[in-house]
Protein backbone atom coordinates (compact mmCIF):
# COMPACT_ATOMS: atom_id res chain seq x y z
CA UNK A 1 0.00 0.00 0.00
CA UNK A 2 1.33 3.68 -1.31
CA UNK A 3 2.16 5.85 1.64
CA UNK A 4 -0.25 9.28 1.79
CA UNK A 5 0.41 11.87 0.55
CA UNK A 6 2.39 14.59 3.06
CA UNK A 7 -0.17 16.88 2.95
CA UNK A 8 -3.22 14.11 3.26
CA UNK A 9 -0.83 13.18 6.46
CA UNK A 10 -0.95 16.80 7.54
CA UNK A 11 -5.04 16.65 7.44
CA UNK A 12 -5.43 13.51 9.09
CA UNK A 13 -3.19 14.43 12.11
CA UNK A 14 -5.79 16.67 13.99
CA UNK A 15 -8.59 15.28 15.46
CA UNK A 16 -12.15 15.27 14.35
CA UNK A 17 -12.05 18.20 17.75
CA UNK A 18 -9.71 20.25 16.66
CA UNK A 19 -10.88 20.95 13.22
CA UNK A 20 -14.30 21.91 14.26
CA UNK A 21 -12.59 24.37 17.03
CA UNK A 22 -10.61 25.63 14.31
CA UNK A 23 -13.06 26.01 12.07
CA UNK A 24 -15.29 27.90 14.55
CA UNK A 25 -11.73 30.28 15.26
CA UNK A 26 -11.99 31.36 11.57
CA UNK A 27 -15.66 31.57 11.24
CA UNK A 28 -16.37 33.90 14.23
CA UNK A 29 -12.45 35.92 13.11
CA UNK A 30 -14.41 36.43 10.07
CA UNK A 31 -18.10 37.83 11.46
CA UNK A 32 -16.98 40.16 13.77
CA UNK A 33 -14.20 41.21 11.14
CA UNK A 34 -17.19 42.33 8.99
CA UNK A 35 -18.73 44.35 11.32
CA UNK A 36 -16.02 46.34 11.77
CA UNK A 37 -15.52 46.57 7.98
CA UNK A 38 -18.78 48.19 7.93
CA UNK A 39 -17.91 51.02 10.90
CA UNK A 40 -15.21 52.53 8.64
CA UNK A 41 -16.39 54.21 5.70
CA UNK A 42 -17.51 56.90 7.90
CA UNK A 43 -14.38 58.15 9.09
CA UNK A 44 -13.21 57.62 5.08
CA UNK A 45 -15.94 59.28 3.67
CA UNK A 46 -15.36 62.24 6.13
CA UNK A 47 -13.02 64.30 3.46
CA UNK A 48 -15.54 63.39 0.86
CA UNK A 49 -18.68 64.84 2.79
CA UNK A 50 -16.75 68.23 3.21
CA UNK A 51 -14.03 69.21 1.36
CA UNK A 52 -11.32 71.73 1.10
CA UNK A 53 -13.06 73.88 -1.47
CA UNK A 54 -9.47 76.30 -2.64
CA UNK A 55 -8.16 72.75 -3.65
CA UNK A 56 -11.23 71.55 -5.58
CA UNK A 57 -11.23 75.07 -7.61
CA UNK A 58 -8.27 74.98 -8.27
CA UNK A 59 -7.79 71.27 -9.65
CA UNK A 60 -10.65 72.02 -11.87
CA UNK A 61 -8.94 75.10 -13.21
CA UNK A 62 -6.23 73.40 -14.12
CA UNK A 63 -8.07 70.87 -15.59
CA UNK A 64 -10.00 73.31 -17.84
CA UNK A 65 -7.16 75.91 -18.99
CA UNK A 66 -5.54 71.86 -20.80
CA UNK A 67 -9.18 71.54 -22.63
CA UNK A 68 -9.76 75.16 -23.72
CA UNK A 69 -7.42 73.86 -26.55
CA UNK A 70 -10.07 71.59 -28.00
CA UNK A 71 -13.49 72.48 -27.00
CA UNK A 72 -14.71 76.19 -24.83
CA UNK A 73 -15.44 75.60 -21.20
CA UNK A 74 -17.13 77.84 -19.15
CA UNK A 75 -15.20 79.43 -16.36
CA UNK A 76 -15.66 77.37 -13.18
CA UNK A 77 -16.80 80.75 -10.40
CA UNK A 78 -15.45 79.66 -7.03
CA UNK A 79 -18.88 79.41 -4.16
CA UNK A 80 -19.39 82.29 -2.02
CA UNK A 81 -18.91 80.39 1.16
CA UNK A 82 -15.35 78.88 1.36
CA UNK A 83 -16.23 75.77 2.77
CA UNK A 84 -19.49 74.79 0.95
CA UNK A 85 -17.77 72.13 -1.86
CA UNK A 86 -18.81 69.01 0.01
CA UNK A 87 -22.06 67.07 1.18
CA UNK A 88 -25.23 69.36 2.27
CA UNK A 89 -25.48 69.63 5.23
CA UNK A 90 -21.78 68.84 5.95
CA UNK A 91 -20.49 71.62 3.50
CA UNK A 92 -20.56 74.24 6.61
CA UNK A 93 -17.83 75.51 8.67
CA UNK A 94 -19.31 73.72 11.68
CA UNK A 95 -19.02 70.18 9.89
CA UNK A 96 -17.04 68.96 12.34
CA UNK A 97 -19.51 69.41 15.09
CA UNK A 98 -21.68 67.37 12.62
CA UNK A 99 -19.41 64.47 11.42
CA UNK A 100 -18.77 64.43 15.72
CA UNK A 101 -22.48 63.71 16.10
CA UNK A 102 -22.40 61.30 13.67
CA UNK A 103 -19.97 59.12 15.40
CA UNK A 104 -21.27 60.03 18.68
CA UNK A 105 -24.79 59.09 17.78
CA UNK A 106 -23.88 55.49 16.71
CA UNK A 107 -21.39 55.02 19.29
CA UNK A 108 -24.31 56.21 22.35
CA UNK A 109 -26.85 53.97 21.03
CA UNK A 110 -24.38 50.99 20.43
CA UNK A 111 -23.16 52.03 24.50
CA UNK A 112 -26.78 51.35 25.59
CA UNK A 113 -27.46 48.93 23.50
CA UNK A 114 -24.20 46.77 24.70
CA UNK A 115 -25.87 46.95 28.17
CA UNK A 116 -29.24 44.98 27.21
CA UNK A 117 -27.22 42.68 24.03
CA UNK A 118 -25.44 40.20 26.41
CA UNK A 119 -28.68 39.83 28.79
CA UNK A 120 -31.02 39.49 25.88
CA UNK A 121 -28.06 37.25 24.11
CA UNK A 122 -27.63 34.50 26.95
CA UNK A 123 -31.26 34.04 27.02
CA UNK A 124 -31.58 33.27 22.88
CA UNK A 125 -30.13 30.85 20.38
CA UNK A 126 -26.59 32.71 19.60
CA UNK A 127 -26.84 32.11 15.75
CA UNK A 128 -30.48 33.35 15.48
CA UNK A 129 -29.55 36.20 17.67
CA UNK A 130 -25.95 37.24 15.64
CA UNK A 131 -27.73 36.03 12.19
CA UNK A 132 -30.35 38.84 12.83
CA UNK A 133 -27.92 41.54 13.59
CA UNK A 134 -25.86 40.94 11.07
CA UNK A 135 -28.64 41.12 8.81
CA UNK A 136 -30.07 44.46 10.18
CA UNK A 137 -26.43 45.77 10.55
CA UNK A 138 -25.90 44.95 6.96
CA UNK A 139 -29.17 46.84 5.83
CA UNK A 140 -28.86 50.16 7.71
CA UNK A 141 -25.36 50.40 6.60
CA UNK A 142 -26.28 50.22 3.23
CA UNK A 143 -29.10 52.62 4.09
CA UNK A 144 -26.13 55.77 4.92
CA UNK A 145 -25.08 54.96 1.14
CA UNK A 146 -28.26 55.24 -0.43
CA UNK A 147 -28.54 58.66 0.89
CA UNK A 148 -26.19 59.80 -1.70
CA UNK A 149 -28.02 57.59 -4.77
CA UNK A 150 -31.37 59.80 -3.74
CA UNK A 151 -29.72 62.97 -2.95
CA UNK A 152 -30.54 62.89 0.74
CA UNK A 153 -29.32 66.11 2.63
CA UNK A 154 -31.44 65.76 5.42
CA UNK A 155 -28.75 65.61 8.81
CA UNK A 156 -31.34 63.55 10.77
CA UNK A 157 -31.69 60.90 8.24
CA UNK A 158 -27.74 60.27 8.71
CA UNK A 159 -28.31 60.39 12.61
CA UNK A 160 -31.47 58.10 12.73
CA UNK A 161 -29.59 55.27 10.56
CA UNK A 162 -26.52 55.87 12.89
CA UNK A 163 -28.58 55.26 15.81
CA UNK A 164 -30.25 52.00 14.37
CA UNK A 165 -27.04 50.57 13.03
CA UNK A 166 -25.43 50.70 16.88
CA UNK A 167 -28.08 48.94 17.96
CA UNK A 168 -28.32 46.26 16.22
CA UNK A 169 -24.73 46.20 16.02
CA UNK A 170 -24.81 44.91 19.86
CA UNK A 171 -25.61 42.02 18.90
CA UNK A 172 -22.10 41.07 17.59
CA UNK A 173 -19.57 41.13 20.24
CA UNK A 174 -21.57 39.33 23.38
CA UNK A 175 -22.30 36.71 20.82
CA UNK A 176 -18.56 35.93 19.10
CA UNK A 177 -16.90 36.11 22.23
CA UNK A 178 -19.45 33.62 23.95
CA UNK A 179 -18.87 31.53 21.27
CA UNK A 180 -15.31 31.38 21.19
CA UNK A 181 -15.54 30.77 24.73
CA UNK A 182 -17.41 27.73 24.52
CA UNK A 183 -14.56 26.23 22.18
CA UNK A 184 -11.65 27.48 24.15
CA UNK A 185 -10.15 26.79 27.71
CA UNK A 186 -7.53 29.20 29.86
CA UNK A 187 -4.96 27.63 29.16
CA UNK A 188 -3.63 29.54 26.26
CA UNK A 189 -6.72 32.22 26.05
CA UNK A 190 -4.59 35.19 25.61
CA UNK A 191 -2.38 34.21 23.29
CA UNK A 192 -5.55 32.39 21.05
CA UNK A 193 -7.53 35.57 21.36
CA UNK A 194 -4.73 38.16 21.08
CA UNK A 195 -4.91 36.24 17.57
CA UNK A 196 -8.14 36.26 17.59
CA UNK A 197 -8.96 39.74 18.11
CA UNK A 198 -6.90 40.87 15.16
CA UNK A 199 -9.89 40.76 12.83
CA UNK A 200 -10.69 44.23 14.40
CA UNK A 201 -7.69 45.49 13.07
CA UNK A 202 -8.32 43.43 9.42
CA UNK A 203 -11.80 44.64 9.64
CA UNK A 204 -10.74 48.10 9.82
CA UNK A 205 -7.88 48.02 6.92
CA UNK A 206 -10.52 45.91 4.45
CA UNK A 207 -13.40 48.83 5.43
CA UNK A 208 -10.85 51.45 4.50
CA UNK A 209 -9.30 50.08 1.20
CA UNK A 210 -13.00 49.24 0.18
CA UNK A 211 -14.53 52.47 1.57
CA UNK A 212 -11.31 54.44 -0.01
CA UNK A 213 -11.43 52.73 -3.48
CA UNK A 214 -15.12 54.61 -4.25
CA UNK A 215 -14.67 57.75 -1.68
CA UNK A 216 -13.89 59.93 -4.77
CA UNK A 217 -16.04 58.85 -7.12
CA UNK A 218 -18.84 57.56 -5.64
CA UNK A 219 -18.74 57.24 -1.88
CA UNK A 220 -22.53 56.01 -1.49
CA UNK A 221 -20.84 52.87 -2.96
CA UNK A 222 -18.26 52.79 0.43
CA UNK A 223 -21.63 52.00 2.53
CA UNK A 224 -23.47 49.64 0.25
CA UNK A 225 -20.33 47.21 -0.67
CA UNK A 226 -19.63 46.87 3.18
CA UNK A 227 -23.43 46.66 3.99
CA UNK A 228 -23.60 43.90 1.76
CA UNK A 229 -20.84 42.17 2.74
CA UNK A 230 -22.00 41.90 6.51
CA UNK A 231 -25.28 40.73 5.36
CA UNK A 232 -23.85 38.05 3.32
CA UNK A 233 -22.01 37.29 6.29
CA UNK A 234 -24.83 36.61 8.69
CA UNK A 235 -26.00 34.31 6.31
CA UNK A 236 -22.75 32.07 6.64
CA UNK A 237 -23.64 32.89 10.32
CA UNK A 238 -26.80 31.45 9.80
CA UNK A 239 -25.71 27.99 7.70
CA UNK A 240 -22.35 27.26 9.63
CA UNK A 241 -21.85 29.02 13.61
CA UNK A 242 -21.89 25.98 15.54
CA UNK A 243 -22.21 27.44 19.19
CA UNK A 244 -21.41 24.98 21.77
CA UNK A 245 -18.89 21.57 21.16
CA UNK A 246 -21.76 19.59 22.81
CA UNK A 247 -24.02 20.54 19.91
CA UNK A 248 -21.41 18.13 17.55
CA UNK A 249 -20.37 16.01 20.89
CA UNK A 250 -17.31 17.71 20.94
CA UNK A 251 -15.08 17.83 24.03
CA UNK A 252 -14.78 21.47 25.49
CA UNK A 253 -12.13 23.06 27.01
CA UNK A 254 -13.86 25.74 28.28
CA UNK A 255 -14.19 24.19 32.49
CA UNK A 256 -11.89 23.50 34.48
CA UNK A 257 -13.97 22.28 37.27
CA UNK A 258 -15.80 18.86 37.94
CA UNK A 259 -18.57 17.46 36.09
CA UNK A 260 -20.72 18.92 38.30
CA UNK A 261 -19.93 22.84 37.18
CA UNK A 262 -20.33 21.58 33.45
CA UNK A 263 -22.52 23.32 31.28
CA UNK A 264 -25.59 21.67 29.45
CA UNK A 265 -25.83 18.62 31.78
CA UNK A 266 -24.70 20.30 34.94
CA UNK A 267 -25.63 20.43 38.02
CA UNK A 268 -25.52 22.63 41.52
CA UNK A 269 -23.36 21.01 44.67
CA UNK A 270 -25.16 22.01 47.60
CA UNK A 271 -24.17 24.71 49.97
CA UNK A 272 -23.06 22.16 52.40
CA UNK A 273 -20.94 20.48 49.57
CA UNK A 274 -19.11 23.74 48.28
CA UNK A 275 -18.37 24.42 52.49
CA UNK A 276 -17.02 21.20 52.97
CA UNK A 277 -14.46 21.75 50.18
CA UNK A 278 -12.28 24.30 52.37
CA UNK A 279 -11.09 21.47 53.90
CA UNK A 280 -8.90 20.75 50.40
CA UNK A 281 -6.21 22.28 49.35
CA UNK A 282 -6.33 25.17 46.81
CA UNK A 283 -5.40 25.00 43.61
CA UNK A 284 -2.56 27.16 42.43
CA UNK A 285 -5.58 29.06 40.58
CA UNK A 286 -6.85 30.09 43.84
CA UNK A 287 -4.38 31.11 45.82
CA UNK A 288 -4.70 34.71 45.28
CA UNK A 289 -8.38 34.62 46.75
CA UNK A 290 -6.10 34.47 49.99
CA UNK A 291 -6.13 37.68 51.56
CA UNK A 292 -2.94 39.11 52.51
CA UNK A 293 -3.00 37.55 56.45
CA UNK A 294 -3.42 33.64 55.02
CA UNK A 295 -7.37 33.89 55.72
CA UNK A 296 -10.09 33.29 53.14
CA UNK A 297 -11.20 36.40 51.00
CA UNK A 298 -14.42 34.02 50.03
CA UNK A 299 -16.72 35.02 52.31
CA UNK A 300 -20.40 32.46 51.87
CA UNK A 301 -22.30 35.41 50.45
CA UNK A 302 -20.22 36.29 47.88
CA UNK A 303 -20.29 33.07 46.07
CA UNK A 304 -22.30 33.69 43.31
CA UNK A 305 -24.97 30.67 43.71
CA UNK A 306 -27.35 30.65 40.93
CA UNK A 307 -30.74 28.63 41.08
CA UNK A 308 -31.28 25.93 37.91
CA UNK A 309 -33.89 26.63 36.00
CA UNK A 310 -36.46 23.39 35.15
CA UNK A 311 -33.59 21.43 37.55
CA UNK A 312 -31.19 20.83 34.97
CA UNK A 313 -29.94 23.91 33.34
CA UNK A 314 -27.99 26.60 35.22
CA UNK A 315 -30.00 30.49 35.84
CA UNK A 316 -28.63 33.34 33.10
CA UNK A 317 -26.78 35.60 35.48
CA UNK A 318 -28.09 39.20 36.63
CA UNK A 319 -26.61 42.15 36.00
CA UNK A 320 -25.75 43.21 39.32
CA UNK A 321 -24.50 39.60 39.99
CA UNK A 322 -22.09 39.45 37.03
CA UNK A 323 -20.97 43.70 38.92
CA UNK A 324 -20.29 41.65 41.91
CA UNK A 325 -17.80 39.68 40.28
CA UNK A 326 -13.78 40.67 41.02
CA UNK A 327 -11.92 42.66 38.45
CA UNK A 328 -15.43 43.60 36.47
CA UNK A 329 -15.46 47.24 37.34
CA UNK A 330 -11.78 48.02 37.32
CA UNK A 331 -11.33 46.30 33.47
CA UNK A 332 -14.64 47.91 32.89
CA UNK A 333 -13.60 51.71 33.76
CA UNK A 334 -10.11 51.23 31.80
CA UNK A 335 -11.74 49.98 29.10
CA UNK A 336 -13.83 53.30 29.14
CA UNK A 337 -10.72 55.38 28.52
CA UNK A 338 -8.72 52.76 26.56
CA UNK A 339 -11.64 52.58 24.18
CA UNK A 340 -12.25 56.48 24.24
CA UNK A 341 -8.55 56.16 22.88
CA UNK A 342 -8.85 53.82 20.11
CA UNK A 343 -11.97 54.96 18.64
CA UNK A 344 -10.88 58.51 18.30
CA UNK A 345 -8.28 57.41 16.23
CA UNK A 346 -10.50 54.98 14.55
CA UNK A 347 -13.08 57.83 13.35
CA UNK A 348 -11.27 60.23 13.46
CA UNK A 349 -7.15 59.54 11.81
CA UNK A 350 -7.80 59.76 8.38
CA UNK A 351 -9.21 63.32 8.72
CA UNK A 352 -6.08 64.63 10.73
CA UNK A 353 -3.96 62.83 7.87
CA UNK A 354 -5.36 64.47 5.59
CA UNK A 355 -5.10 68.19 7.32
CA UNK A 356 -1.26 67.64 8.51
CA UNK A 357 -0.15 65.77 5.47
CA UNK A 358 -2.47 67.29 2.96
CA UNK A 359 -3.48 63.93 1.18
CA UNK A 360 -6.79 63.48 -0.52
CA UNK A 361 -9.35 60.95 1.28
CA UNK A 362 -8.38 57.92 -0.57
CA UNK A 363 -4.60 58.15 0.23
CA UNK A 364 -5.50 59.21 3.86
CA UNK A 365 -7.22 56.60 4.23
CA UNK A 366 -4.98 53.74 3.09
CA UNK A 367 -2.14 55.47 5.20
CA UNK A 368 -4.56 55.25 8.25
CA UNK A 369 -4.55 51.46 7.95
CA UNK A 370 -0.83 51.14 9.42
CA UNK A 371 -2.36 51.95 12.86
CA UNK A 372 -4.18 49.09 12.60
CA UNK A 373 -1.51 46.91 11.10
CA UNK A 374 0.08 48.02 14.28
CA UNK A 375 -2.81 46.95 15.98
CA UNK A 376 -2.67 43.65 15.20
CA UNK A 377 0.27 43.14 16.49
CA UNK A 378 -0.27 44.60 19.51
CA UNK A 379 -3.31 42.29 20.52
CA UNK A 380 -1.15 39.63 19.54
CA UNK A 381 1.58 40.59 21.53
CA UNK A 382 -0.61 41.60 24.66
CA UNK A 383 -2.02 37.93 24.62
CA UNK A 384 1.43 36.23 24.84
CA UNK A 385 2.99 38.20 27.21
CA UNK A 386 0.12 38.14 29.78
CA UNK A 387 -0.14 34.66 29.21
CA UNK A 388 3.54 33.93 29.77
CA UNK A 389 3.42 36.54 33.09
CA UNK A 390 -0.05 35.31 33.84
CA UNK A 391 -0.68 39.16 34.70
CA UNK A 392 -3.33 40.67 32.84
CA UNK A 393 -4.02 44.46 34.30
CA UNK A 394 -0.05 44.32 34.41
CA UNK A 395 0.38 43.65 30.94
CA UNK A 396 -2.30 46.48 30.25
CA UNK A 397 -1.07 48.84 32.66
CA UNK A 398 2.46 48.37 30.81
CA UNK A 399 1.02 49.48 27.42
CA UNK A 400 -0.77 52.31 28.85
CA UNK A 401 1.88 53.89 30.72
CA UNK A 402 4.20 53.63 27.07
CA UNK A 403 1.34 54.81 25.00
CA UNK A 404 0.85 58.12 26.64
CA UNK A 405 4.04 59.88 25.73
CA UNK A 406 3.82 57.57 22.17
CA UNK A 407 1.35 60.00 21.64
CA UNK A 408 3.02 62.83 22.41
CA UNK A 409 6.06 62.01 20.37
CA UNK A 410 3.59 61.64 17.50
CA UNK A 411 1.36 64.89 17.74
CA UNK A 412 5.03 66.20 17.93
CA UNK A 413 6.55 64.35 14.64
CA UNK A 414 3.83 63.43 12.69
CA UNK A 415 3.46 67.04 10.75
CA UNK A 416 7.52 65.86 9.64
CA UNK A 417 6.81 63.92 6.90
CA UNK A 418 5.30 60.81 5.85
CA UNK A 419 7.74 58.85 6.82
CA UNK A 420 7.11 59.88 10.61
CA UNK A 421 4.05 59.46 10.49
CA UNK A 422 3.95 56.17 9.25
CA UNK A 423 6.27 55.02 11.75
CA UNK A 424 4.66 56.29 14.59
CA UNK A 425 1.26 55.18 12.75
CA UNK A 426 2.69 51.35 13.71
CA UNK A 427 4.12 52.12 17.14
CA UNK A 428 1.04 53.43 18.24
CA UNK A 429 -1.39 51.09 16.63
CA UNK A 430 0.51 48.64 18.93
CA UNK A 431 0.13 50.38 22.38
CA UNK A 432 -2.93 51.65 21.96
CA UNK A 433 -5.04 48.23 20.69
CA UNK A 434 -2.80 46.09 22.87
CA UNK A 435 -4.88 46.75 26.00
CA UNK A 436 -8.19 47.40 24.65
CA UNK A 437 -7.72 43.91 22.67
CA UNK A 438 -6.96 41.86 25.59
CA UNK A 439 -9.62 43.21 27.85
CA UNK A 440 -12.42 42.97 25.47
CA UNK A 441 -11.31 39.37 25.09
CA UNK A 442 -8.90 37.50 27.25
CA UNK A 443 -9.62 39.50 30.37
CA UNK A 444 -14.05 39.16 29.48
CA UNK A 445 -13.76 35.65 28.76
CA UNK A 446 -11.49 35.50 32.22
CA UNK A 447 -14.57 36.92 34.00
CA UNK A 448 -17.16 35.49 32.45
CA UNK A 449 -15.62 31.86 33.92
CA UNK A 450 -14.42 33.12 36.73
CA UNK A 451 -14.23 30.41 40.04
CA UNK A 452 -17.04 32.76 41.83
CA UNK A 453 -19.71 31.43 38.85
CA UNK A 454 -19.56 28.02 39.59
CA UNK A 455 -19.19 27.33 35.96
CA UNK A 456 -22.22 29.11 34.89
CA UNK A 457 -20.71 29.77 31.17
CA UNK A 458 -23.99 32.04 30.87
CA UNK A 459 -22.49 34.62 32.13
CA UNK A 460 -19.98 35.27 29.84
CA UNK A 461 -22.35 36.94 27.62
CA UNK A 462 -23.34 39.37 30.33
CA UNK A 463 -19.79 39.78 31.89
CA UNK A 464 -18.83 40.73 28.04
CA UNK A 465 -21.64 42.69 27.56
CA UNK A 466 -21.17 45.05 30.69
CA UNK A 467 -17.35 45.55 29.87
CA UNK A 468 -17.55 46.33 26.50
CA UNK A 469 -20.66 48.22 26.96
CA UNK A 470 -18.94 50.54 29.21
CA UNK A 471 -16.21 50.61 26.91
CA UNK A 472 -18.82 51.83 24.51
CA UNK A 473 -19.30 54.77 26.23
CA UNK A 474 -15.79 56.25 26.02
CA UNK A 475 -15.98 54.89 22.30
CA UNK A 476 -18.80 57.50 22.31
CA UNK A 477 -17.23 60.32 24.03
CA UNK A 478 -13.90 60.30 22.27
CA UNK A 479 -14.96 61.01 19.04
CA UNK A 480 -17.65 63.67 20.54
CA UNK A 481 -15.06 65.06 22.13
CA UNK A 482 -12.36 65.25 19.11
CA UNK A 483 -15.19 66.98 16.90
CA UNK A 484 -15.83 69.96 19.43
CA UNK A 485 -12.05 70.10 20.24
CA UNK A 486 -10.14 69.98 16.96
CA UNK A 487 -11.50 73.09 15.87
CA UNK A 488 -9.16 74.69 18.64
CA UNK A 489 -5.87 72.74 17.28
CA UNK A 490 -5.07 69.16 16.91
CA UNK A 491 -2.48 68.86 19.81
CA UNK A 492 -5.15 69.49 22.06
CA UNK A 493 -6.82 66.31 20.57
CA UNK A 494 -3.94 64.30 21.34
CA UNK A 495 -3.86 66.06 25.30
CA UNK A 496 -7.14 64.42 25.57
CA UNK A 497 -5.81 61.46 24.40
CA UNK A 498 -2.98 61.23 26.75
CA UNK A 499 -5.02 62.16 29.51
CA UNK A 500 -7.83 59.47 28.65
CA UNK A 501 -4.53 56.86 28.94
CA UNK A 502 -3.28 57.81 32.34
CA UNK A 503 -7.11 57.34 33.51
CA UNK A 504 -7.20 53.91 32.13
CA UNK A 505 -3.92 53.22 34.28
CA UNK A 506 -5.31 54.48 37.02
CA UNK A 507 -8.63 52.40 37.19
CA UNK A 508 -6.03 48.82 36.97
CA UNK A 509 -3.49 50.50 39.91
CA UNK A 510 -5.58 47.94 42.88
CA UNK A 511 -5.28 44.95 40.45
CA UNK A 512 -1.60 45.48 39.35
CA UNK A 513 -0.82 45.73 42.71
CA UNK A 514 -2.91 42.43 43.74
CA UNK A 515 -0.85 41.15 40.42
CA UNK A 516 2.61 42.22 41.96
CA UNK A 517 2.04 40.25 45.15
CA UNK A 518 0.83 37.13 44.26
CA UNK A 519 2.70 34.49 41.61
CA UNK A 520 1.15 32.49 39.05
CA UNK A 521 -2.66 33.40 38.97
CA UNK A 522 -4.74 35.15 35.86
CA UNK A 523 -6.11 38.25 36.77
CA UNK A 524 -9.42 37.60 36.83
CA UNK A 525 -8.85 35.36 39.53
CA UNK A 526 -6.23 36.91 42.31
CA UNK A 527 -8.72 39.86 43.22
CA UNK A 528 -10.67 39.30 46.77
CA UNK A 529 -13.72 38.59 46.89
CA UNK A 530 -15.12 41.96 47.95
CA UNK A 531 -18.21 44.20 47.36
CA UNK A 532 -17.74 47.14 44.98
Keep these: MARLPIGIRFLVSFSRDQWYRAFTFFLTFLLYASFHLSR ?5 VKGELHKDCAAVIEGEVQFNSLSKQTRYLPPQQAPHNGTDCGWVPFDKENYQQLLGALDYSFLCAYAVGMYLSGIIGERLPIRYYLTFGMLASGAFTALFGLGYFYDIHSFGFY ?21 LGNWFGKGRRGLIMGIWNSHTSVGNILGSLIAGYWVSTCWGLSFVVPGAIVAAMGIVCFLFLIEHPKDIRCSSTLSTYSKAYETGTNRFRTQKQILNEKNKPLDPEAQCL ?4 GSSGVHPNHVIILPAEGGNAMAAISFTGALRIPGVIEFSLCLLFAKLVSYTFLFWLPLYITNVDHLDAQKAGVLSTLFDVGGIFGGILAGLISDRLEKRASTCGLMLLLAAPTLYIFSAISKMGLEATVVMLLLSGALVSGPYALITTAVSADLGTHKSLKGNAHALATVTAIIDGTGSVGAALGPLLAGLISPSGWNNVFYMLMFADACALLCLIRLIHKELGCTGTPAGDQVPFKEH
Excluded: E, F, R, Y
Design 159 to 179: VLTQIINGLVQTTGWPSVVTC
Design 290 to 293: LLSD
Design 40 to 44: KPISI
